[in-house]
């Protein structure tokens, strides 16, 4: 018969009594196999002791109890100078952000043009009456100034060569996106939210090609407000007179108009975007223009002309040299302009004549600050 159960568990061996835990635990023998039954166990089985709790608590530490997690801090209780700068970590882009991002909101004003159609002198004329003349008074604007990035290379590229050099600006070399750094002023209308007004100098080559535009010019989908430059030398009575042909031009200037408007209705309720179509070299018009068009002349502004007149100027500007444009053939492109929605048209020459081949170029801007003042203005009371 065979033996109990209990009889067979007696024989097998106990838990090694040895306290050194890392040491061997010997193996416990098999009994032998034969070809007749056994009385022996058929397999080797030690039951676990009971856990010790003093090793166990040796083995590893407790998990502390957690403080109560307190609120977050917005980082608008933080001094802006206290603050790290912020830098953008996108492939494309590797360069520290403006710092007056953390203050401010952010509006992109975009230039657009063919390439020579006058950007960089525009900006560089409009920038520096904007900075240094009561122009932007009547517009209600009690701050635009450059941060102190800006600040240098706006002088070093724009305001120096232009004013006290009187050197002829090269054009603008194409480069990727990376190599985009945008100019930033700071903004106020009075009564208005500050505002971080930010624009580019783009190349033409850029702005002309689509595939370009996409990769390069990306920041056109997030205008704020646009300035469109159009270049008279476009028009056939001016090119047939002219002497000056500019070459590598692969689209017509309205082509290009339709597809920056285009571009901002990317974003949704975009149409509320305030575009400018202005003229450059406008002094090329005068010889076909009526001896008593002067929306080329100066404009009649005085520390009592109030808002209203200037809008009221502005306006009566507008009709005149859209009027103009239709008269030099250009009616399709006036209505690629009103087509998108309300658009102003202004008329402005950054040098105020053509400089002579190899001679200086002296500025004498004429109505640049017209478009850029308008804009701001716009974007400011739609903001409110």
């Known amino acids: ?10 024989d097998v061996p106990g838990d090694p009594s040895d306290d050194d835990l890392t040491g061997e635990v010997r193996a416990t023998p098999r009994p032998a196999r034969s ?6 166990p058929l397999w080797s089985w030690t039951p676990p002791g009971p856990p010790e709790q003093v090793r166990r608590g040796s083995w590893f530490s407790p998990t502390p109890a957690r403080p ?33 991002l953390d203050e401010r909101q952010a509006h992109i004003v975009s230039v657009v043009g063919l390439n020579a159609a006058g950007k960089t002198y525009y900006l560089a004329t409009a920038l520096t009456e ?13 701050e635009f100034e450059p941060d102190e990035e ?8 724009y305001y120096s060569p232009v004013y006290r050099d009187n050197q002829a600006l090269r054009s603008t070399p194409e480069a990727g996106s990376a190599g985009q750094k945008s100019l930033n002023f700071r903004a106020r209308i009075d009564g208005g939210r500050p505002m971080l007004v930010m624009t580019h100098d783009i190349s033409g080559e850029t702005l002309m090609n689509y595939a370009k535009r996409a990769r390069d010019a990306g920041f056109l989908r997030h205008s704020s407000a646009v300035i469109f430059l159009v270049d008279p030398l476009e028009f056939d009575p001016i090119r047939e007179q002219s002497n000056e042909h500019i070459q590598g031009r692969t689209i017509h200037q309205r082509d290009l108009l339709a597809a920056t408007l285009r571009e901002l209705e990317f974003e949704l309720g975009r149409q509320k975007v305030p575009v400018a179509v202005v003229v450059s070299k406008a002094d090329l018009l005068e010889p076909f223009l009526p001896a008593n068009a002067q929306f080329l002349g100066l404009p009649p502004r005085h520390r009592e002309q109030t808002l209203q007149e200037w809008l009221r100027e502005l306006q009566q500007t507008s009709v005149a040299v859209r009027e ?7 009616d399709r492109l006036v209505r690629a302009a009103e087509s998108y929605g309300p658009v102003s048209f202004h008329a402005v020459s950054a040098l105020g004549g053509q400089p002579r081949p190899g001679g200086p170029a002296r500025p004498n801007p004429r109505r640049v600050l017209d478009p850029l003042a308008l804009v701001l203005w716009r974007l400011s009371n739609a903001l409110a």
């Open 1 to 10: 018969m065979p033996e109990p159960v209990d009889a067979l568990l007696s």
């Open 35 to 40: 070809g007749r039954s056994s009385s022996g």
């Open 68 to 100: 109560p997690e307190q609120g977050l801090v917005p980082l608008t209780a933080f001094p802006p100078g206290l603050l790290p700068r912020r830098f953008c970590y996108l492939e494309d882009c590797r360069q520290p952000l403006p710092p007056d």
């Open 130 to 142: 904007a900075l240094n003349g009561p122009g932007l008074d009547i517009a209600g604007f009690r």
């Open 150 to 157: 800006t600040a240098q290379r706006f002088f070093v590229n």
């Open 324 to 330: 103009v444009l239709i008269k030099m053939g250009q």
